[in-house]
């Protein structure tokens, strides 16, 4: 295993001029060794570059890859001892699942009886025992799949393991099964593995650190609750939760926070910057609350959705949404009620620029 350090940008194409040319702006990150990393963002924002950068399979058209201090740039995927785990199975269907867990240590001229016992555990792991003396054609999709997880997770001596959209061939229902075996996994093996996904639960369940992209920027680095409780950017509140941080545009100034006439008064210590910012707060913070409570807006109910365990909220004030997850009882509003909501307390962040600064 292997501390990843990577200090670099990408374009695809020669003579980047603008932020748009580069497929990856200038980062620094480190992968610690052993860690369960997820790097998410929409279609396009650049991680399936960044993993072939990591893996060898693409040289970064700017800086350095790192392999625990060794510069691994312009090493092949095989020199790098990188294990992938793509979208599609990549099996032998002639072969036996033993086989084809085998595959990876017999090229690598381990013992046989070492092979053995490895490919005995992760069949184990993988719950598949009892299938391994089938041959891989005969087996469903996802079946398919769990080999070449399985393959991936073989070698106990990679540099990491990367998985690029594992689960995109698993039917929905076997989905959450296979997140939390390969993270169960992950607790047993403590391999380095860097996953690749669209998907913010499968990141979120996965990975202790996620990495959050847009437009080829690592935006945010930081564990789920981090994600969730302070995002830095304006980018990963809409990105993470569901449904995302509700964002009031406003004025600041020494008096508090204005939205067309209403003021709120920040809590102690939180000092704002004069001028334009806009307010965070998560529906699952925003609370009903008494007419003319301290951080509340008197609020016109627009929608509400009662979906059993509670109800979604949706309610304007000036022209601006706010969402609210509320207990069931909140059941009775309808469209055109007047609702007071606290959306200013403890869990609020605030944002210049789109970057957090309160
Ligand atoms: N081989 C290539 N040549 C030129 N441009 C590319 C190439 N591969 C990717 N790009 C561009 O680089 C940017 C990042 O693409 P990348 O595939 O890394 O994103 P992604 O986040 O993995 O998206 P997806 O989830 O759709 O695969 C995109 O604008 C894409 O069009």
Redesign the pocket.
Known sequence: MARIELDLAHA??PNPKQDSDY??LPLRMAFEDGGAYA?L????????????IMSGLLAPSQGSVRFDGVDVTRASPQARNIAQVFQFPVIYDTMTVAENLAFPLRNRQVPKAQIKKRVGEIAEMLEMSGQLNQLAANLAADEKQKISLGRGLVRPDVSAVLF??PLTVIDPHLKWQLRRKIKQIHHELKLTMIY?T?DQVEALTFADHVVV?AR?RAVQVGSAAELFERPSHTFVGHFIGSPGMNFLSGQADQTGFHVADAVLVPQPGQALPPGVIKLGVRPEYVLLVAPHTPGALPMTVAQVQDVGTHVMLSTSFAGQTVKARLPSDAGHLSHGDTVWLQVLGEHTCFYQNEEIVA
């Open positions: 695809y194409a497929a990856l790097l963002g929409p279609s396009g924002c650049g991680k399936t570059t960044l993993l072939n690029d959209e690749v669209h992209m080829g």
